[in-house]
């Protein structure tokens, strides 16, 4: 099953690339593995999956002991300071980077770890309440601005999760408001690649509005028990 999903996301994103004008080698496919075993894990990486993501720092931590592979790890949630150090062991990205208390205790992190940790900040773009991430232009540019001036912190992208609906034109106009803001940020003159939206039920979207990374979980998986 797993294969045949792998098989069937890639082949979408391939087509959905074609339609947009974009080159397929543009987006990171990740797969989603919280509360997954490490043998579906194993099944993924046999597929060809090399960037899994997880938004637990203790399962990503045992995940990572378990598996002596080269996969990459994304990490994909909101992260508690006194946790940092699992991600930073651990992950080569982390998608969740919202404040600077945060990114001070990355930075340290990192620095023990002898690295230099790939961040992507969250933004809030949907007026959901109860999503994380930054609204606030101001905080943004300053955290940014942190994170340009930290050695160990690379802050390569901004990350959302568009609202939860059926509704098209909002999640479309979530994502949107995403690549926008990477413009505007770059035209300050910050250096960021990355767009990291776009899930199970929207990563179609995503990639018309300019994705380079989708995070989908059961699409490939199957759905979650908790
Ligand atoms: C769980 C999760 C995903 C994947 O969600 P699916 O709907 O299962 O594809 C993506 N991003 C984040 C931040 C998540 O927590």
Redesign the pocket.
Known sequence: MISSNINRIRESIRVKCEQSGRDPEEVKLIA?S?TKPVSEILDAFENGIIHF?E?KAQELRDKNETINKEVSWHF??HLQKNKAKYVVKAAEYF?GLDSIALAVEISKRAKQEGKIQKVLLEIKTSDEESKFGLEDKSEIIDLLTYCKNDEYLDSIGLMT?APYTDDESRIRKSFRSLRMLKNELNDLGFTLRELSMG???DYLLAIEEGATMV?????IFGS?NY
């Not at 995070?215 to 699409?219: A, K, L, M, S």
């Open positions: 989603v919280k993501g938004n994909v949630g998608h999760m899930m199970t039920s995070r989908i979980g059961t699409g979650r």
